[in-house]
């Protein structure tokens, strides 16, 4: 996710083994997601997260987890009470409490008063990496979809984490035994590109997750996403004016204003992978360089893959996933 300086079947499934024991393989749906998110640099992470609640009352995902790489508790707090109020289902929630861009940033507060709540800490630990240790350990084998769309500090530090009273598995088993796919914001895979934000905020981290990630990896990169704009006569027209994301849009930058949609593009991949919005990379190996570049290194055994811009009809498609749909508990 970009920040303002850059202007873009069933419930969890319990596994009644050990973690060190293998489990069936879940059903493909309802798709089990964890998103890592920055909520709260740009608008459209929020517009992500409407869009997995979009999915998950049509019954195509199940939200496990929401961790947030952003450390502010008004991100946390507006992460949790933005999907109390509009969402389904009943998700961990977990925040990095000492990492990256730890400001207000343009909208947190504002979207949070139009929810109608005092923020608060949170009354208890919600680390990111104890709730993702949590939340893999309890899942069956390969039935995670990670999404992230901001720095890959949680991530990073998931790979780092061992053996503990949450698992018997280190972080990186953990990884492995779960998750089936990572579909990442991040990057920019065009020839002679500027380092990306995402990465930048943690470079460190990022270099960890592209070389440690043990399962299948997709990258959305900046160019994906930065060609795609968010109509904004969407964002007035779908939602009302006291709607919290509508109160972030338009706090976020002077309106009129299309933002890019980067994140949204990894939302969609990996919850419509067979869909031709996108097409893919061939197979090979991302890196970071130490100036923050990310390099693609074509290899048909590696497990990294970045998308490619195939259809002009995207922007329209993504304001149709955010569109709010069915009955909440807010305006």
Known sequence: MKPHLFICLSCLLLSGASASRAASPAPDYPMQVILDTDLGNDIDDLLALQMLINYEKAGKIALQGISLSKANVHAFELARQYYEAYGTGHPAFGYMSHGPNPDDGHYLTATLAALGTDTLPPAESHEAVDMLRRQLAASADSSIVMIAIGPLTNLAQLLHSEADSLSPLPGIELARRKVKLLCLMGGDYRSGAAPEWNVMQDRNAASTVFERWPTRLVASGFEVGGA?????????????????????????????YDRPCWDLTAVLHAVEADSAWFGLSGHGHIGVDSTGRTRFSADAAGKHRYLTLRSDTVAAVLADRVRPVGKTNNP
Request: glycine share 6%; aromatic share 14%; no cysteine.
């Open 228 to 256: 795609i704009l968010f109509p904004h006569e969407r964002i007035t027209g779908d939602f009302h004016e006291r709607h919290p994301l509508r109160v972030g849009y338009e706090h976020f930058l002077d309106m009129p």
